[in-house]
């Protein structure tokens, strides 16, 4: 039979392997991220469909390391700021600092991803790029709470509409649509989303005229609230590891979303 001390020693050797044995799935840090509906980046997150790029890069960031989780949490393109300052989301991803955060407390941590907002018309005989040149008494399809170049990134809906004759919805399909049918001279669509439409829709291919012109490069980012679990600098480190295994490449390239050298540290 063991003595007090013996049972007292094996009692505390038992309780240390448990606390080993529970202190990983403690120390795991859950990282809340804003899903808002940005197709083909998020697409329709409030259904709880975990389709488009975010998904694929979430799933991609927890299946790379154990000490932290990231989760979505669906929001709008709005309501993305309110959620970020009232603490219901951690990081907001594929965004720019240009977009609305000037006045909101974050860090900002470079995704080294490039998109691009481009010019959309029907196609008709005689009709030729520099029919993008100038923006004046052409009905515009936009995408509403978008930050365009040409309007100075302001994404105020009355002055989109009263400045550049603007009709905005929540569909690029929509807009698309309404230049096909002749109710909107020109739409601004990502280079990712019409990429990914043509594939789609490829009947209508011929029908339009896709600009050279491009109304701005998107160089993603992605934007840290302060009490966010994660520090820029450890989530730079995580896609840094994605792009040094070719996940990075493997999820973006298929869109035509650039992949693009981020300077190290």
């Known amino acids: ?11 505390l050797m038992l309780a240390a392997l448990a606390a080993l044995w529970v202190l990983p799935a403690q120390a795991v840090q859950v990282v809340r991220v804003g899903a808002a509906h940005f197709p083909p980046y998020t697409i329709r997150p409030e259904n709880g469909a975990d389709t488009g790029l975010l998904p694929e890069l979430v799933e991609a960031l927890n299946h790379s390391q154990s000490d932290y989780r990231f989760e979505l949490v669906p929001t709008s393109i709005p309501r993305r700021f309110g959620d970020f300052k009232e603490g219901r989301t ?12 000037k006045d909101i407390p974050h860090t900002t941590v470079d995704m080294g991803l490039e998109d691009a907002e481009i010019f959309v018309a029907q196609k008709e005989p005689g009709r030729q790029q520099n029919y993008f040149a ?3 008494g052409k009905r515009l399809a936009l995408y509403s709470g978008y930050h365009y170049e040409f309007a100075n990134f302001n994404a105020d809906p009355k002055y989109l ?12 399909d929509s807009n698309l649509l309404m230049v096909l049918r002749g109710r909107a001279d020109i739409a601004l669509v990502t280079r990712s989303y019409l990429f990914d439409y043509l594939l789609r829709n490829e009947k209508v291919r011929d029908e339009l005229l896709v600009s050279q012109r491009i109304d701005q490069i998107y160089h993603h980012y992605a934007i840290l609230s302060p009490k966010a679990p994660i520090t820029g600098e450890a989530f730079g480190k995580l896609l840094q590891g994605l792009r040094d295994n070719g996940q990075m490449l493997k999820i973006f390239d298929p869109y035509k979303i650039a992949v693009v050298p981020v300077p190290r540290p």
Do not use: C
């Open 1 to 11: 039979m063991k003595s007090l001390p013996d049972r007292t020693a094996a009692g």
């Open 90 to 101: 951690d990081m907001a991803i594929f965004e720019n600092p240009d977009w609305g955060w």
């Open 134 to 136: 100038d923006l004046k």
């Open 161 to 172: 509409a009263e400045t550049y004759n603007a009709t905005l919805t929540y569909s690029h």
